[in-house]
């Protein structure tokens, strides 16, 4: 049963990076019409920032947590402004081959001067440790990773669904340009969102990074899975994507538990069937 | 969705004149290369390349499917092959056969799943389902693994072809591709080509034509698939081996990385842009992971500054359709 808990637990960690990585791709594909092929490689970046971050500048893990979010998204911001903007208007694949090119500039860069082996990143003082929950022994900071993105999520359900400004963004998607005639600046807050959904990528990131070490290709591979996770659960709904994340991820840990062999394929094999018997996904709306 | 290409009209006689002009210079020019002292072994490899990234631009170009995982046939067609040739012995004509017909059957069923979706969503499914399939080569005892299946036999072709002579295999590997290429320009300018690409610049208006379009996508996608799936057998006696990398997502994005630089959507234009590649990747090879930097920098290159690729620029300069 021990065995099984951890797995569990493996699982939940996990989802917590799928719904983090989807929820971004969900708001990004909202108002940019655009799938963000590099949001792997700014995963990875996000990772990188907080290891420099420690490394060169003795900044804790911490501060980390809040700067490598901001620094990965004005990075985003940037791309956003000098190339995707020009995509608008375009067909939708063009986005995806432009990040695409992105993700691999990115990526290759960093295995120019890391290679492709890991860089350690040790948890900070205060989550070292854990503790025996009598059924279990909770490594203290996997339990953080796991409520830390759960709240995080939950935040930016809130923020999107219930504030006056996730207001505007959902009516900025539903119609730019009548957004626009009510005077406000579409433009920048295509660009606002697209630092947002980065950084939540840049947030998983530095949550990774203590638990899967840091590495040029963490998000490569990452990426793909979470690509199956957008088709099961459908781009429409934030809440959907939240749920996907997690419950995928532990349908995950349990496979390891039951039938390691198929741990790699699980998911993608959730999506077939998904697609199979529900074509639109599961929270619904069609492409 | 915007039009990629300016050829939604159907074909003139002028531009079917144009067309086999520049098919003949090709099959000419690819003829002599064994004269010319240029490295067979680099033709061969960029031509089954070229008709892989044909057979993608078929879902693509016309079909406005932009598939993500076509490695998937590639890669399948080039294990079956090589167990069909080293592990059973068969000659090389049937090792092609059970190659190609085992993408076939891939194709059907991905195909199947993949369609259900329009748009992103059909990239990322196919992108999800070549990942599963690497991910079962990679664990799957036949493929061997990391390893990859290694010294294939080439043998002879219809007991009379010797495939380790290399100006053999060459024209043979020659012929495989200009008949693929011409089987796929025919579907092109068939009537089902025709309703493909009313497909691509509008479903709906096809739908409410009367087309189930969802049986022409699965049609165009199996072709496609299965003509990926012969080059990943041609490719086989070439390579003499079939490893992991053919599976790979980092393969799909180059074939689609070669049809946009040739041109998306123009006939001519992903036969261009796998010897670009290809070429490239020989000359670069020792910068390492550079290679990967300079592929990245082409794919935000093209898609910002040069759509069209360079067959379809050189097209639009002359008003033709290449």
């Known amino acids: 049963m021990q065995a099984l808990y951890a797995q569990l637990l493996v699982g939940l960690i996990n989802g917590s990076f799928y719904a983090l990585l989807s929820l971004g791709l969900a708001v990004i594909f909202g108002m940019l019409n655009i799938i963000n092929f590099a949001h792997g490689a700014l995963y990875m970046m996000g990772a990188f920032v907080a290891y420099f971050l420690l490394n060169l500048f003795g900044i804790n893990y911490w501060w980390a947590l809040l700067i490598s979010p901001l620094v990965v998204g004005i990075f985003g911001m940037i791309l956003e402004r000098t190339m995707l903007k020009w995509l608008t208007g375009l067909d939708h694949l063009y986005g995806l081959l432009l990040t695409f090119g992105l993700a691999l500039i990115i990526q290759g860069v960093f295995q120019n001067y890391f290679g492709s082996s890991g860089l350690p990143y040790s948890i900070p003082d205060q989550l070292r440790g854990g503790m025996n929950l009598g059924f279990m022994f909770l490594p203290i900071y996997r339990g953080w990773v796991v409520v830390f993105s759960l709240v995080v999520c939950l935040a930016t359900w809130f923020l999107i669904e219930r504030t006056r400004l996730g207001a505007y963004l959902r009516a900025a998607t539903e119609n730019p340009t009548l957004v626009r005639a009510f005077g406000i600046n579409v433009p920048r807050m295509i660009t606002l969102t697209y630092g947002l959904g980065v950084g939540l990528a840049a947030l998983a990131g530095v949550l990774s990074a203590p638990i899967n070490q840091v590495r040029p290709l963490m998000g490569a591979d990452l990426i793909i899975v979470v690509f199956a996770v957008v088709v099961i659960g459908g781009m429409g709904s934030i809440m959907g994507s939240i749920i996907t994340g997690f419950a995928l991820g532990v349908i995950e840990g349990l496979t390891k538990y039951f039938y390691p062999e198929a741990s790699n394929t699980v998911v993608f094999v959730l999506m077939v069937l998904v697609l199979l018997v529900k074509p639109t996904g599961l929270t619904g709306r069609a492409a | ?322």
């Open chain 2, 1 to 322: 969705m915007t039009a990629m290409t300016d050829d939604t009209l159907p074909i003139t006689p002028r531009a079917m004149r144009d067309e086999m002009i520049v098919f003949g210079l090709m099959a000419v020019l690819l003829a002599i290369v064994p004269f010319t002292g240029i490295y067979p072994f680099f033709v061969m490899q960029a031509l089954c390349f070229a008709l892989v990234a044909c057979a993608f631009n078929l879902l693509i170009g016309y079909g406005g499917l932009l598939s993500f995982g076509h490695a998937m046939f590639l890669g399948t067609a080039g294990y079956c092959s090589a167990h069909a040739l080293k592990v059973w012995n068969l000659p090389p004509e049937l090792g092609i056969v059970v190659g190609t017909a085992a993408a076939f059957a891939l194709a059907i069923v991905t195909g199947y799943v993949s369609i259900r979706r329009q748009g992103i969503y059909f990239s990322m499914i196919t992108l999800a389902l070549s990942q599963l399939l690497y991910f079962i080569y990679l664990q799957a005892p036949f493929t061997h693994g990391e390893d990859g299946i290694q010294g294939i036999p080439q043998g002879r072709l219809f007991g009379v072809f010797d495939l380790s002579q290399p100006t053999i295999l060459y024209y043979v590997v020659l012929a495989g591709f200009l008949g693929a290429f011409l089987l796929i320009y025919r579907t092109i300018n068939s009537p089902f080509g025709e309703v493909l690409k009313s497909i691509r610049e509008n479903e709906q208006r096809a739908i409410s034509l009367g087309y189930k379009t969802d049986q022409y996508k699965w049609l165009a996608f199996i072709l496609s698939g299965t003509l990926a799936g012969f080059a990943g057998a041609l490719k086989v006696f070439v390579a003499q081996n079939a490893s992991l990398t053919d599976v790979h997502w980092t393969m799909s994005g180059e074939i689609v990385l070669m049809t946009l630089v040739g041109g998306l959507g123009t006939i001519f234009g992903p036969v261009v842009g796998a010897f670009v590649i290809i070429a490239m990747q020989q000359y670069l090879a020792g910068f390492g992971q550079w290679v990967t930097v300079i592929q990245g920098v082409i794919f935000v290159a093209c898609v910002l500054l040069f759509r069209r690729g360079i067959i379809g620029e050189v097209a639009h300069y002359f008003k033709r359709s290449l």
